[in-house]
Nanobody, 123 residues
Framework: QVQLVESGGGLVQAGGSLRLSCASS????????MGWFRQSPGKERDFVSS????????IYEYSLKDRFTISRDKAKNTVYLQMNSLKPEDTAVYYC????????????????WGQGTQVTVSA
């Protein structure tokens, strides 16, 4: 089992920045990649970004790649999502997830999930 705990969400004005953190514990040696997803009320959970644990290879949702940056600190077993120039449409619950075999944009490929952290961007 892998446990994931997100933090860093909150309320920010449009144009502001936030950095989300995802601390992992448990059987983390089996994790191949970490991902960030987000979900707004009434919408599906959408892919934001992923990073491979060993090589640091990244994937971004195309429309977010100029404003969001994913990174990881292997010593701390923590993944980060730096979000800049935030817009009201970025408002969502942001989830961290762990994949065992592949880095992918598909939520179904991530068996482990955190509880989510709320990000609210005011106009």
């Amino acid at each position: 089992q892998v446990q994931l705990v997100e933090s860093g969400g909150g309320l920010v004005q449009a144009g502001g920045s936030l950095r989300l953190s995802c601390a992992s514990s448990g059987r983390t040696f089996g994790v191949f990649a970490m991902g960030w997803f987000r979900q707004s009320p009434g919408k599906e959970r959408d892919f934001v970004s992923s990073i491979t644990w060993a090589g640091g290879d990244t994937i971004y949702e195309y429309s977010l790649k100029d404003r969001f940056t994913i990174s990881r600190d292997k010593a701390k077993n923590t993944v980060y999502l730096q979000m800049n120039s935030l817009k009201p449409e970025d408002t969502a619950v942001y989830y961290c997830a762990a994949a065992l075999h592949v880095a992918t944009t598909k939520a179904s490929q991530y068996p482990y999930w955190g509880q989510g952290t709320q990000v609210t961007v005011s106009a």
